[in-house]
Protein backbone atom coordinates (compact mmCIF):
# COMPACT_ATOMS: atom_id res chain seq x y z
CA UNK A 1 0.00 0.00 0.00
CA UNK A 2 2.58 2.71 0.70
CA UNK A 3 4.86 2.02 -2.50
CA UNK A 4 1.59 2.46 -4.43
CA UNK A 5 1.03 5.41 -2.63
CA UNK A 6 4.71 6.61 -2.30
CA UNK A 7 4.03 6.75 -6.72
CA UNK A 8 1.23 9.52 -6.51
CA UNK A 9 2.62 11.75 -3.96
CA UNK A 10 5.38 14.78 -5.13
CA UNK A 11 7.77 13.68 -2.47
CA UNK A 12 9.80 17.46 -3.27
CA UNK A 13 6.63 19.07 -2.37
CA UNK A 14 5.59 17.16 0.75
CA UNK A 15 8.61 17.81 2.20
CA UNK A 16 10.21 16.30 5.05
CA UNK A 17 7.00 14.65 6.49
CA UNK A 18 5.84 11.24 7.62
CA UNK A 19 1.79 10.39 6.53
CA UNK A 20 0.93 7.31 8.60
CA UNK A 21 -2.36 5.33 7.00
CA UNK A 22 -4.14 3.04 8.58
CA UNK A 23 -5.68 0.61 6.28
CA UNK A 24 -8.46 -2.09 7.97
CA UNK A 25 -10.99 -3.08 5.63
CA UNK A 26 -14.18 -4.42 7.37
CA UNK A 27 -15.97 -6.02 4.94
CA UNK A 28 -14.15 -7.44 1.61
CA UNK A 29 -14.39 -10.65 -0.16
CA UNK A 30 -11.71 -10.77 -2.45
CA UNK A 31 -9.22 -7.75 -3.06
CA UNK A 32 -9.15 -6.23 0.31
CA UNK A 33 -5.66 -5.24 -0.68
CA UNK A 34 -6.74 -3.34 -3.53
CA UNK A 35 -9.77 -1.92 -1.44
CA UNK A 36 -7.05 -0.46 1.06
CA UNK A 37 -5.13 1.30 -1.77
CA UNK A 38 -8.15 2.90 -3.22
CA UNK A 39 -9.58 3.98 0.14
CA UNK A 40 -5.75 4.79 1.41
CA UNK A 41 -5.52 7.11 -1.46
CA UNK A 42 -8.98 9.18 -0.36
CA UNK A 43 -7.40 9.76 3.21
CA UNK A 44 -4.05 10.79 1.67
CA UNK A 45 -5.98 13.54 -0.65
CA UNK A 46 -7.80 14.36 3.10
CA UNK A 47 -4.72 14.29 4.92
CA UNK A 48 -3.08 16.81 2.26
CA UNK A 49 -5.72 19.01 1.90
CA UNK A 50 -5.38 19.60 5.65
CA UNK A 51 -1.80 20.50 5.18
CA UNK A 52 -2.16 22.87 2.24
CA UNK A 53 -5.22 24.58 4.47
CA UNK A 54 -2.71 25.46 7.01
CA UNK A 55 0.10 26.52 5.02
CA UNK A 56 2.28 23.86 5.55
CA UNK A 57 2.62 22.87 1.56
CA UNK A 58 1.93 24.69 -1.03
CA UNK A 59 1.28 23.67 -4.86
CA UNK A 60 0.96 20.61 -6.21
CA UNK A 61 1.53 17.46 -3.99
CA UNK A 62 0.20 14.89 -5.82
CA UNK A 63 0.97 13.28 -9.25
CA UNK A 64 -1.95 11.23 -10.08
CA UNK A 65 -5.06 10.08 -8.01
CA UNK A 66 -4.31 6.19 -7.61
CA UNK A 67 -6.41 3.27 -7.44
CA UNK A 68 -6.56 -0.61 -7.71
CA UNK A 69 -8.38 -3.40 -8.59
CA UNK A 70 -8.61 -7.37 -8.67
CA UNK A 71 -8.99 -8.86 -12.35
CA UNK A 72 -8.92 -12.55 -13.18
CA UNK A 73 -9.74 -14.74 -16.13
CA UNK A 74 -12.07 -16.93 -14.82
CA UNK A 75 -13.62 -19.69 -17.37
CA UNK A 76 -11.92 -17.80 -20.06
CA UNK A 77 -13.45 -14.82 -19.46
CA UNK A 78 -12.10 -11.54 -17.87
CA UNK A 79 -13.69 -10.73 -14.76
CA UNK A 80 -12.66 -7.06 -12.03
CA UNK A 81 -13.06 -7.39 -8.97
CA UNK A 82 -13.73 -10.72 -8.23
CA UNK A 83 -15.41 -12.19 -4.75
CA UNK A 84 -13.99 -15.53 -3.44
CA UNK A 85 -15.30 -17.72 -5.55
CA UNK A 86 -14.39 -16.50 -8.74
CA UNK A 87 -11.28 -15.91 -7.19
CA UNK A 88 -10.60 -19.60 -6.26
CA UNK A 89 -11.35 -20.64 -9.98
CA UNK A 90 -9.30 -18.44 -12.31
CA UNK A 91 -6.95 -19.47 -14.50
CA UNK A 92 -5.08 -15.99 -13.73
CA UNK A 93 -5.02 -13.63 -10.76
CA UNK A 94 -3.95 -10.00 -11.56
CA UNK A 95 -3.92 -6.74 -9.29
CA UNK A 96 -3.15 -3.65 -10.41
CA UNK A 97 -2.81 -0.26 -9.50
CA UNK A 98 -2.80 2.89 -11.75
CA UNK A 99 -4.02 5.93 -12.53
CA UNK A 100 -6.99 7.61 -14.55
CA UNK A 101 -4.69 8.66 -17.37
CA UNK A 102 -3.79 4.75 -17.74
CA UNK A 103 -0.33 4.83 -16.03
CA UNK A 104 0.53 1.23 -14.37
CA UNK A 105 1.78 1.95 -10.57
CA UNK A 106 2.45 -1.62 -9.81
CA UNK A 107 0.89 -5.18 -11.39
CA UNK A 108 1.20 -8.31 -10.44
CA UNK A 109 -0.33 -11.80 -11.95
CA UNK A 110 0.12 -14.90 -11.40
CA UNK A 111 -1.23 -18.16 -13.17
CA UNK A 112 -2.82 -20.92 -10.80
CA UNK A 113 -2.50 -24.10 -13.19
CA UNK A 114 -0.73 -23.32 -16.94
CA UNK A 115 0.50 -20.76 -18.65
CA UNK A 116 -1.86 -18.01 -19.73
CA UNK A 117 -1.40 -16.46 -23.15
CA UNK A 118 -0.06 -12.75 -23.67
CA UNK A 119 -3.37 -11.71 -25.12
CA UNK A 120 -5.29 -12.57 -21.66
CA UNK A 121 -2.63 -10.96 -19.77
CA UNK A 122 -3.34 -7.55 -21.88
CA UNK A 123 -6.86 -8.10 -21.95
CA UNK A 124 -6.89 -8.44 -18.32
CA UNK A 125 -4.86 -5.26 -17.58
CA UNK A 126 -7.00 -3.21 -20.22
CA UNK A 127 -9.94 -3.99 -17.74
CA UNK A 128 -8.18 -3.13 -15.17
CA UNK A 129 -7.01 -0.04 -16.12
CA UNK A 130 -10.79 0.77 -16.73
CA UNK A 131 -11.59 -0.70 -13.45
CA UNK A 132 -9.37 2.07 -12.16
CA UNK A 133 -10.43 4.90 -14.24
CA UNK A 134 -13.94 4.27 -12.81
CA UNK A 135 -12.81 4.28 -9.08
CA UNK A 136 -10.52 7.02 -9.40
CA UNK A 137 -13.73 9.22 -11.12
CA UNK A 138 -15.79 8.32 -7.70
CA UNK A 139 -12.37 9.21 -5.46
CA UNK A 140 -12.62 12.63 -7.39
CA UNK A 141 -16.51 12.78 -6.71
CA UNK A 142 -16.37 12.10 -3.17
CA UNK A 143 -12.85 14.32 -2.38
CA UNK A 144 -14.88 17.39 -3.98
CA UNK A 145 -18.13 16.22 -1.49
CA UNK A 146 -15.61 16.68 0.94
CA UNK A 147 -14.16 19.98 0.42
CA UNK A 148 -11.19 19.40 -1.41
CA UNK A 149 -9.67 21.25 -3.83
CA UNK A 150 -8.06 18.94 -6.17
CA UNK A 151 -6.59 21.79 -8.37
CA UNK A 152 -4.68 22.71 -5.78
CA UNK A 153 -3.04 19.43 -4.73
CA UNK A 154 -2.69 17.90 -8.49
CA UNK A 155 -0.23 19.65 -11.53
CA UNK A 156 -2.77 21.00 -14.20
CA UNK A 157 -2.71 18.32 -16.94
CA UNK A 158 -4.19 15.87 -14.20
Known amino acids: ?20 LDCDVLEADGGTRTASVTGAMVALALCLEGLRHKGLIQGPCLHALVAAV ?5 HGHPLLDLNY ?6 AMDLNLVGTARGDVVELQATSEDAP ?14 AGVAQLTALQRRVLHEAGVDLDGLLPPEI
Open 1 to 20: VGRSLRAAVNLKALGERTIT
Open 116 to 129: VPRAAVDELVGLGL
Open 85 to 90: VEDSAA
Open 70 to 74: SAGMV
